[in-house]
């Protein structure tokens, strides 16, 4: 079993993220999307959508290398997210995660991630815990 431990680069949000976030989920909650509305929200100003942070979330991790795009077979399950703290238009954010990798006994490989997405006043705004297999490197196959 091999962990690393690492912290992405950064992604800040902006308000074209959340409309087309909306326009492609055709979910228009006014939360995301109606500054009157949501300013008389209890975050007082509009919000990214959860599924939002969570995908952003998940392309830093991939950006980042712990998911080899190469071997990479199937996402396995979501196995835990927590939505802590609003995220705003404007914030950054950045994911530290420790991925763990396992050889099955069918030769794949089983990659947990553990992260925490923090945003730039290094708050957690979110934690989530996925599992994806990865097909086992071939001999020759650079790692």
Not at 82 to 91: A, E, M, Q, W, Y
């Amino acid at each position: 079993m091999i962990t690393e431990e690492k912290t992405t680069s950064g992604r800040t949000i902006t308000e074209t993220d959340l409309v087309m976030f909306s326009y492609f989920t055709g979910d228009w909650t006014y939360l995301h999307t109606d500054i009157e509305m949501a300013s008389k929200s209890i975050f007082g100003q509009r919000v990214a959508h959860g599924y939002l942070t969570l995908s952003v979330s998940l392309g830093l991790v991939i950006q980042s290398g712990a998911i080899d795009t190469d071997t990479f077979t199937a996402l396995k399950s979501i196995e835990s997210v927590s939505f802590l703290r609003p995220v705003k238009i404007g914030d950054t954010l950045r994911v530290s995660y420790s991925a763990e990798r396992k050889e099955s006994r069918s030769g794949s490989v089983v990659v947990k991630i553990s992260a925490r997405t923090l945003n730039q006043k290094k708050e957690c705004v979110m934690e989530f815990v996925t599992l994806h297999l990865e097909r086992k490197k071939k001999n020759g196959e650079k790692e």
